[in-house]
Nanobody, 121 residues
Framework: QVQVVESGGGLVQAGGSLRLSCAAS????????MAWYRQAPGEQRELVAS???????KYADSVKGRFTISRDNAKNTVYLQMNSLKPEDTAVYYC???????????????WGQGTQVTVSS
């Protein structure tokens, strides 16, 4: 009923930039929180940034000042602008959306399949 699809990953040199996009579609009544997570090889998935419908952005300490999360509520889309990328940012980046279905009263989490970001030194 709900699909979450990420795009924009790729290979970039240290100091470069990438912009990730994530669009949710389906039988959606509303979307509450949207967030970006990442998972590096051999490590647990961690929260990178999150944003509520009208702001209240939060960031992991490791990306503050370099990454910017934003969203377009009309398009059910969240973005992650990544600047000054470092090799340690290399990971699969996953989008998460808390979606309220039209037939339900509560929000449920939906995940995208991930997009690879590789930062070379």
């Amino acid at each position: 009923q709900v699909q979450v699809v990420e795009s924009g990953g790729g290979l970039v040199q240290a100091g470069g930039s990438l912009r990730l996009s994530c669009a949710a579609s389906g039988i959606i009544f509303s979307i509450n929180d949207m967030a970006w997570y990442r998972q590096a090889p051999g490590e647990q998935r961690e929260l990178v940034a999150s944003i509520w419908p009208y702001g209240s952005e939060k960031y992991a300490d490791s990306v503050k000042g370099r990454f910017t999360i934003s969203r377009d509520n009309a398009k059910n889309t969240v973005y992650l602008q990544m600047n000054s990328l470092k090799p340690e940012d290399t990971a699969v980046y996953y989008c998460n959306a808390q979606v309220r279905l039209r037939a339900l009263m509560t929000y449920r989490d939906y995940w995208g399949q991930g997009t690879q970001v590789t930062v070379s030194s």
